[in-house]
């Protein structure tokens, strides 16, 4: 522990004042029992001066110091909500206590005082409550930063921004569809996508590592070369500690979608009402549609799970099951459509040689 640390300046302050104040306590009882004043006084200084010692940062630095590192780490939002709960609620208690000093004493003394800490608490948690509606409350008092910004904001107030998920971040593809310019809003990565992304990085698991690592890298290329805006975002909903879970909520407070590949958060989202934009589906959704009668020429690489089936692969990633196909692996084959067949795992299409 330091000299001058806060903890040993608080211990020599409490010391002194305590033995002051046991030394007068114990000259009081010295003469409410007719003891020597001097002895007395002496002991209970003595008492006060280790009582002082080891109870005074337990009521003042430590408890200070833990409401600074709870303050730190609060949320603005939260924070100003706080701050404007306890004015409104004082400012009602000071006009309340005009007609309370009437009451006869005691009352006219304690009833302001309860209804100052009512009228707080009470202010205080609506505020809470309602924090995230305050905060756009108060984003209308902005000064102007320059028509971007405006228009953005009110993109953001609007619903016109799109959340995205770690998974879709650290998939990539969405660099791709960004610069094809079928999404036109602007895309936010929250704050807590962004520390889950540097955690995943951080991991001792090599493979998680890398994948935490190239999300960190692909979120730095969106921003660069997206033509669309992508943008952190430092809103948060300190209510949930989940990832999933703040991003649903935050999701609904916005009234916009989120972009995702986690089958779980489109499950979740969708239930709770809030719109999913998965690429995976969109991959699906895209890929060719080959009705049956149809020709093409697909590269057997395997054999298939049936006898004497054959086994390839269309641009698209499109499984292509093909009869009679077992002896000519490592070919490319003209084939004609016979059956597509649509499953959880995408789409199938079963053919035979031309």
Not at 142 to 155: E, F, I, T, V
Not at 167 to 190: E, H, Q, Y
Not at 278 to 301: C, F, M, S
């Amino acid at each position: 522990m330091p000299f001058f640390s806060s903890d040993f300046v608080a211990r020599l302050v409490g010391a002194v004042l305590a033995a002051f104040g046991a030394a007068l306590l114990g000259r009081e009882l010295a003469q409410l029992f007719g003891a020597p004043t001097d002895v007395y006084a002496l002991v209970f200084s003595l008492l006060g001066i280790l009582a002082g010692l080891i109870l005074t940062p337990a009521v003042t630095t430590r408890p200070i110091r833990r409401i600074r590192e709870r303050l730190v780490s609060m949320p603005p939002e939260r924070l100003a909500a706080i701050i404007v709960g306890l004015f409104t609620g004082l400012a009602a208690a000071a006009l309340l206590s005009i007609p309370l000093r009437a009451l006869p004493p005691p009352f006219n003394q304690l009833a302001p005082l309860g209804a100052a800490v009512l009228f707080c608490y009470l202010s205080v948690a609506v505020m809470v409550t309602r924090q995230h509606d305050l905060s756009i409350f108060f984003r209308d008092f902005r000064p102007l930063m320059g028509s971007r910004d405006n228009g953005d904001a009110q993109k953001e107030e609007n619903g016109h921004v799109i959340l995205l998920d770690t998974s879709v971040i650290i998939d990539g593809r969405i660099t791709d569809i960004s610069k094809t310019g079928f999404i036109r809003d602007a895309m936010l990565a929250p704050g807590f996508v962004l520390q889950e992304l540097q955690s995943i990085a951080d991991s001792p698991d090599p493979i998680r590592r890398n994948r935490g690592r190239r999300g960190l890298e692909l979120l730095n290329i969106l921003q660069k070369e997206s033509p669309i805006p992508v943008r952190i975002t430092d809103m948060d909903v300190s209510e949930v500690r989940e990832v999933d879970s703040k991003l649903v909520a935050l999701a609904r407070h916005l009234h916009c979608p989120i972009m995702t590949n986690d089958y779980n958060l489109n499950r979740v989202a969708e239930l709770q009402g809030v719109a999913v934009l998965n690429i995976n589906d969109l991959a699906n959704a895209i890929k060719t549609i080959y009705l049956p009668g149809e020709e093409l020429a697909v590269k057997i690489i395997q054999e298939g799970r049936e006898i004497g089936q054959g086994v390839g692969y269309m641009d698209d990633g499109t499984m292509v099951v093909v009869e009679d196909g077992q002896t000519r692996v490592n070919q490319i084959v003209d084939v004609v459509v016979t059956k597509t067949l649509q499953t959880s795992a995408g789409r199938m299409i079963f053919a035979r040689p031309s």
